[in-house]
């Protein structure tokens, strides 16, 4: 076979450049330290490569999802923990201004702590995260959970949502709390109270006469009227509370109340006329009301003394526009004297208002029922148990300063604290949950890049022989060429 010069030079110049290529693959291979450096290198392993891939980035995500937890449970644990420090500390004065032993002005002290540790439960409660989001608003993060637009007028914003984090492809944690289960649906203590009338006759009362659940108050002088007897009553009452868990107390020079956050309040008496306090029990609930007026039908002025809530005069209220200007001025003028009423006022719609009470009967007095929209009369209070945690510390505040009985308000300072306490036994169980997955999810993580590296990474070892025999491959072909092509017919003439 004839091999033409141009045949000769064009093989060895393929030759050439393939054993080129090979080099400059290898080369690029040492450089990158991958296998494969494009599809058609191996399709088969890029098809495996991109599956792990995505099953890396997955987990990836996972991490990043439970290191977003972890922060948000870490900084509600912390939070947590400051409340249950307030509350600790709000259950301490509670006991100590409970004293009978305590002044008018000691109790204002402590009324005056009180309100400061109130100040800090709302601010934990407006906690945000390092992103500026809300930890206890539910899924409505970027919105405040909490404002107060009156001294015992707490708003609560947010909603009852929990959002779930995928921290696996088969396990989600909660990464928050809603501040309506935390702060505002507590449950309160049992409390029971009942007044009695005036005695009629002041006759001494034998030892067994007369018992508060269960337990004589022992025997009692005669008394010269009314009056003196209530103050008997009392302090024989009183002499036992330790026992029976009901205080009582003179509410008028001759009449008697009797109170209990423990129980119900059984009263056995001989002789009614004898103590003012009949034979009966008292059922142990909290009492609330709420009533919704009608829109108002004619807004002129109302007079100071024409609007009455629980006895208390709202005020003068100057002419209206509408029905929803007077709305918002009836909402405002009974929210004004919310301290001594315990009445709130809160707008339905545009032009209609819901007076509530968390401790008492809801009384309306009106001169004229159309100007206001409200309904003379009383509304009965129902059995609610539960009451939000800022109001229980500024009644609690409140009666303090008031140099009253705070028994009542013990109980329920109690099982809030105990509310939180359980909330945050369930975020350490999610904190811990988390940093598990986050463990198993790092395992993972690691054995998919061991597959991945077993299909793409290159053998370092096999590459650099694979280059050095490329290489001497290449040298002597080079050598090869120079030589033959020097060769030729007219050296041998």
């Known amino acids: 076979m004839r091999i033409s010069t141009s045949l000769f030079y064009k093989r060895s110049t393929d030759a050439m450049l393939a054993q080129q290529a090979q080099v ?3 080369q690029l291979q040492l450089s990158s330290g991958k296998r494969i450096l494009r599809p058609s290198d191996d399709p088969m392993g890029t098809s495996r490569i991109m599956e792990f891939n995505r099953s890396i980035e997955t987990v990836k995500q996972y991490q990043e999802n439970a290191s977003v937890a972890t922060s948000r449970l870490e900084l509600e644990e912390g939070a947590l923990e400051g409340m249950v420090d307030i509350l600790q500390r709000a259950n301490d004065l509670a006991i100590q201004g409970n004293n009978d032993s305590m002044s008018a002005n000691d109790r204002g002290a402590i009324a005056a702590e009180m309100h400061h540790l109130l100040d800090g439960m709302l601010g934990l409660a407006n906690s945000k995260d390092a992103n500026g989001e809300y930890l206890f608003s539910g899924y409505q993060r970027d919105t405040q959970p909490f404002s107060r637009p009156a001294l015992n007028d707490f708003i609560y914003s947010g909603d009852q949502g929990q959002r779930q984090l995928q921290i696996s492809s088969t396990r989600q944690v909660a990464d928050g709390d809603s501040g309506y289960d935390l702060f505002v649906d507590v449950e309160t203590g049992p409390f029971a109270i009942g007044s009695g009338v005036a005695a009629t006759s002041f006759l001494a009362i034998n030892d067994g006469d007369l018992t508060i659940n269960g337990i004589s108050v022992g025997a ?9 007897r209530a103050y008997q009553i009392t302090a024989a009452i009183n002499d036992i509370k330790g026992v029976t868990h009901v205080f009582a107390e003179v509410i008028q020079p001759d009449r008697v109340s009797l109170s209990s956050s423990y129980s119900d309040i059984t009263i056995n008496s001989l002789s009614t006329p004898d103590t003012g306090l009949a034979t009966s029990v008292i059922p142990a609930t909290t009492r609330s009301a709420s009533v919704t007026g009608a829109a108002a039908t004619t807004f002129a002025a109302i007079n100071a003394g024409d609007l009455t809530i629980n006895g208390t005069s709202v005020g003068a209220i100057p002419i209206a526009a509408d029905a929803a200007t007077r709305a918002v001025q009836i909402r405002d003028a009974v929210n004004a ?10 707008l339905v719609g545009t032009d209609q208002v819901q007076l509530i009470s968390s401790s008492s009967d ?3 007095s009106t001169v004229t ?5 409200l309904i003379s009369g009383t509304t009965l209070a129902v059995n609610d148990r539960q009451r939000n945690i800022f109001e229980t510390l500024y009644e609690l505040a409140t009666e303090l300063e008031n140099d009253n009985s705070v028994d009542r308000y013990i109980a329920d300072v109690q099982l809030a604290m105990e509310n939180i306490l359980n909330t945050q036994a369930t975020v350490g169980a999610r904190r811990n949950a988390v940093d598990e997955q986050d463990e198993v999810n790092s395992g993972s993580q690691l054995i998919l890049e061991s597959y991945r590296a077993e299909i793409e990474d290159l053998d370092l070892t096999e590459a650099i022989s694979r280059l050095s025999q490329q290489m001497m491959a290449l040298e002597a072909a080079q050598k090869t060429y120079i030589q033959v092509q020097g060769n030729s017919l007219f050296d041998y003439l």
Request: net charge negative; no cysteine.
């Open 24 to 26: 400059s693959q290898t």
């Open 337 to 346: 004297v919310f301290g001594t009423t315990n009445v709130r006022a809160e």
């Open 369 to 373: 029922a159309t100007d206001t929209g």
């Open 220 to 228: 009692i002088p005669a008394a010269a009227d009314a009056t003196e």
């Open 362 to 364: 809801i009384t309306v």
